[in-house]
């Protein structure tokens, strides 16, 4: 899923030990692999060389002995089913491979000429991005606060397409702090109309993952059941909806960031439940769209892994 980092909004709340922030490792971002060719394709791709190996079969068995020109005659066709042997060989052994090679390189030398390599392979990543979310909604409901602390129950829905050109694996992944004591609650991810993937709360607790070295919790993508998405050119309903829910106990007066792990089309926070002596906001970006008395905020612009946004609550009047 994603990594959530708390951070002190004012200077009245005791200091909690300091966190690095952990990237998620949901659906990586890889090189896009080329499109995958139908049978059709391939047909295409052979066939002139199936048809001089033809004409060098007909040749070789039909052409007289007797008549002029046999050994040259003979000769090409040698040659042509020799063509026919090397073309296929290196239409599906060699082609691929060196088609992608060449389109690294190229990729390398126009994607931010000039720019550092380090940069280049960043642009890289997120244009060979095939895996994009939709549809983000990150839903809180606090519990009124009890010895400076609150209870905070999070839902985090979406979607996942497949934007490349071949067939992906998907399944969602977690991790959050543990200082702040997180409870996964609930997970269910697939696509509708076909396979379903469901773990309540005790399934989802053989799944976890404690890394007490950089003190994170989390449920990594291996241990859960692949989704195959199919692209979204060749079939527009082949749609991942992921449900995460889960709980954590955090100071009355912090801040929640949320790190976008894989990219992200648009995301919105929404507002459940807030006691009335708790103040929550939102802000910091150009793109948030947000009306006065809604519960809802919505960041209207792409987030790429890395970026993130933030929320904040607090007491309405200070202690």
Wanted: glycine share 6%; with cysteine; proline share 6%.
């Amino acid at each position: 899923m994603e990594a959530f980092e708390i951070l002190s909004a004012g200077g009245e709340v005791r200091q909690e030990p300091a966190t690095p922030v952990v990237a998620a490792e949901g659906s990586r971002v890889q090189r896009r692999p080329m499109r995958q060719l139908s049978i059709r394709d391939y047909v295409r791709l052979l066939l002139p060389f199936l048809v001089l190996g033809v004409l060098g079969a007909v040749a070789k068995l039909k052409y007289p002995y007797w008549w002029p020109g046999t050994d040259l005659v003979y000769f090409l066709a040698d040659a042509l089913l020799v063509a026919m042997v090397i073309g296929v060989v290196l239409e599906l052994t060699a082609a691929k491979p060196l088609v992608e090679k060449v389109s690294e390189n190229v990729a390398q030398k126009l994607i931010g000429r000039g720019l550092p390599a380090e940069l280049q392979a960043r642009i890289k990543d997120i244009v060979a991005t095939g895996l994009v979310r939709d549809h983000y909604v990150k839903s809180y409901t606090f519990s009124p606060p009890q010895d400076g602390r609150v209870i905070l129950d999070v839902e985090i829905r979406f979607e996942v397409r497949n934007y490349s050109d071949a067939m992906l694996d998907y399944a969602p992944e977690f991790r959050g702090e543990t200082f702040w004591q997180p409870e996964l609650r609930f997970l269910e991810y697939g696509i509708a109309g076909k396979k379903i993937h469901s773990f309540a709360e005790d399934n989802l607790f053989s799944k976890v993952e404690t890394a007490n070295d950089i003190h994170v919790k989390r449920v990594p993508s291996y241990l859960l059941p692949k989704v195959t998405l199919s692209p979204v050119a060749a079939d527009a309903k082949a749609v991942c909806q992921v449900t995460w829910r889960y709980r954590v106990a955090m100071p009355e007066q912090y801040c929640d960031t949320t790190d976008f792990a894989e990219a992200t089309l648009g995301a919105t926070v929404q507002l459940q439940q807030l006691p009335e002596e708790l103040k929550f906001v939102s802000g910091g970006d150009d793109s948030l769209h947000h009306e006065s008395g809604s519960q809802s905020w919505f960041f209207d612009r792409p987030f790429i892994p890395g970026q993130h946004l933030q929320v904040w609550w607090f007491p309405k009047k200070s202690r």
